[in-house]
């Protein structure tokens, strides 16, 4: 029963490692990439989530070289250091819940957490093993505790390839609700203007996709488009289409 469970600890590290991996090895040409992509309030947020998903794949690692060594030590030591697991994870998700995500990106968000949530059941449930004298049912929980660490892995790999490639970033309201909640803000009284300002909008909605899709990622191009973009886009996040679109001309000499 001994070797069963030594077995499905083992499983479980070929998942947890696999987040530091990711995390850290991203290349300097795969991180210029996604730069390019991110206005300054996504860049400020990523720089802050990186050292949380940094920190959460160091766990991983020590994870990984106790966990064996852990079903074996004694009950309250066991007990002891995945508590102390638990705690940092904890803290982890306590710093992320204080940062306020930019509209675009709040899925990195949500996901991030959905990965830290899943990662501290795991440590919960193999903790418990620790004291459970019954090996059936400690074999149990430790498969149970190896499902939530490998779901939090395949979770925190979804954040990793979604930073890498903010086009994959599923959008949380549409470009045509967009522009109709900026439209009636701005001219919250002017009917005529809001149907003017919807109908300008939507066609310059229309040529930034043609611009984006002509300037493929990495290019001149589409960084003074993101560069514009960011500069025509407010503190919620609702983007000035046209503006974008005037000043990507302008500066592109079209």
Same mark, same amino acid.
């Given at each position: 029963?001994?070797?069963?469970?030594?077995?499905?600890?083992?499983? %479980?590290?070929?998942?947890?490692?696999? !987040? /530091?991996?990711?995390?850290?090895?991203? /290349? *300097?040409?795969?991180?210029?990439?996604?730069?390019?992509?991110?206005?300054?309030?996504?860049?400020?947020?990523?720089? @802050?989530?990186?050292? $949380?998903?940094?920190?959460?794949? #160091?766990?991983?690692?020590?994870?990984?070289?106790?966990?064996? +060594?852990?079903?074996?030590?004694?009950?309250?030591?066991?007990?002891?250091?995945?508590?102390?697991?638990?705690?940092?994870?904890?803290?982890?998700?306590?710093? &992320?819940?204080? !940062?306020?995500?930019?509209?675009? $990106?709040?899925?990195? *968000?949500? @996901?991030?957490?959905?990965? &830290?949530?899943?990662?501290?059941? +795991? %440590?919960?449930?193999?903790?418990? /093993?620790?004291?459970?004298?019954?090996?059936?049912?400690?074999?149990?929980?430790?498969?149970?505790?190896?499902?939530?660490? !490998?779901?939090?892995?395949?979770?925190?790999? /979804?954040?990793?390839?979604?930073?890498?490639?903010?086009?994959?970033?599923?959008?949380?309201?549409?470009?045509?609700? #967009? $522009?109709?909640? =900026?439209?009636?803000?701005? =001219?919250?009284?002017?009917?005529?203007?809001?149907? *003017?300002?919807?109908?300008?909008?939507?066609?310059?909605?229309?040529?930034?996709?043609?611009?984006?899709?002509?300037?493929?990622?990495?290019?001149?191009?589409? @960084?003074? !488009? %993101?560069?514009?973009?960011? %500069? =025509?886009?407010?503190?919620?996040?609702?983007?000035?289409?046209?503006?974008?679109?005037?000043?990507?001309?302008?500066?592109?000499?079209?």
């Amino acid at each position: 029963m001994a070797e069963s469970i030594r077995n499905k600890v083992s499983v %479980l590290l070929l998942g947890i490692v696999v !987040i /530091s991996v990711l995390t850290l090895c991203m /290349s *300097h040409t795969e991180k210029a990439e996604a730069a390019f992509q991110y206005n300054s309030s996504e860049s400020a947020y990523l720089q @802050k989530l990186n050292p $949380i998903l940094t920190e959460l794949s #160091q766990l991983g690692l020590k994870v990984s070289k106790t966990a064996i +060594g852990l079903q074996s030590a004694p009950e309250e030591t066991c007990s002891n250091e995945f508590g102390f697991y638990q705690g940092i994870v904890v803290s982890l998700r306590n710093r &992320l819940n204080s !940062i306020t995500p930019p509209p675009r $990106i709040k899925t990195i *968000h949500i @996901k991030s957490l959905e990965g &830290l949530s899943d990662y501290l059941t +795991g %440590l919960n449930i193999y903790g418990s /093993s620790c004291v459970d004298k019954d090996y059936a049912m400690k074999s149990k929980l430790v498969n149970t505790a190896t499902e939530y660490l !490998i779901k939090a892995d395949q979770t925190i790999i /979804s954040v990793n390839d979604l930073i890498a490639n903010p086009d994959l970033i599923p959008t949380q309201t549409s470009s045509a609700d #967009q $522009i109709n909640e =900026w439209c009636g803000a701005k =001219w919250a009284n002017n009917y005529k203007m809001q149907e *003017h300002c919807v109908q300008t909008q939507t066609e310059a909605q229309t040529k930034l996709t043609n611009m984006l899709q002509m300037n493929p990622k990495g290019t001149p191009g589409r @960084k003074v !488009i %993101l560069d514009c973009s960011s %500069l =025509w886009t407010d503190k919620s996040g609702s983007q000035n289409y046209r503006m974008i679109v005037f000043c990507t001309q302008n500066q592109l000499g079209k």
